[in-house]
């Protein structure tokens, strides 16, 4: 009975990076938050510039909200900035909870809570030409029920 679990301990062993989670945001690279930090701002500035930073020009935003399929290019989507802070700025809530690094390739999962809509955005970014970009943006967004 023990050579089965002698056959598994080395499999478990190689297995163990693939299972590793995803490095805390704050220990990231500074490189690869830089894009997503400016997506951030965008959405608490109304800057259209801070996105356009942020975004790779080819890029494509593509989401769920409340159930209806969105899809637009990273222009269009910069285009909607709205130059100047929401009015409910002080009641949103924004935060990176993981970032996921391989080569030249990273994951962000950003989640945006705001009073009327709880958004879930995937940032799939790519090191172009020796900069991170996001490449796609993914996301759902469920709205909230009236006080």
């Given at each position: 009975?023990?050579?089965p679990?002698?056959?598994?301990?080395?499999?478990?062993?190689?297995?163990?990076?693939?299972?590793?989670?995803?490095?805390?945001?704050?220990?990231?690279?500074?490189?690869?938050?830089?894009?997503?930090?400016?997506?951030?701002?965008?959405?608490?500035?109304?800057?259209?510039?801070?996105?356009?930073?942020?975004?790779?020009?080819?890029?494509?935003?593509?989401?769920?909200?409340?159930g209806?399929?969105q899809?637009?290019?990273?222009?269009?989507?910069?285009?909607?900035?709205?130059?100047?802070?929401?009015?409910?700025?002080?009641?949103?809530?924004?935060?990176?909870?993981?970032?996921?690094?391989?080569?030249?390739?990273?994951?962000?999962?950003?989640?945006?809570?705001?009073?009327?809509?709880?958004?879930?955005?995937?940032?799939s970014?790519l090191?172009?030409?020796?900069?991170?970009?996001?490449?796609?943006k993914?996301?759902?967004?469920?709205?909230?029920?009236?006080?």
């Amino acid at each position: 009975m023990q050579k089965p679990l002698a056959l598994a301990a080395p499999l478990v062993l190689l297995l163990v990076p693939f299972l590793a989670p995803a490095a805390p945001p704050a220990e990231a690279d500074p490189a690869v938050r830089a894009p997503v930090e400016a997506y951030l701002r965008g959405h608490a500035t109304g800057d259209g510039e801070e996105w356009r930073k942020a975004f790779h020009p080819t890029a494509m935003v593509t989401g769920l909200r409340d159930g209806k399929l969105q899809s637009m290019t990273a222009p269009d989507f910069v285009s909607r900035a709205a130059g100047k802070p929401p009015a409910d700025e002080a009641q949103r809530r924004r935060r990176i909870v993981s970032i996921d690094v391989s080569g030249d390739a990273a994951v962000a999962k950003v989640e945006l809570d705001y009073p009327k809509v709880f958004f879930v955005d995937y940032l799939s970014l790519l090191k172009v030409d020796g900069e991170w970009k996001i490449a796609q943006k993914t996301y759902t967004g469920t709205s909230k029920p009236a006080p």
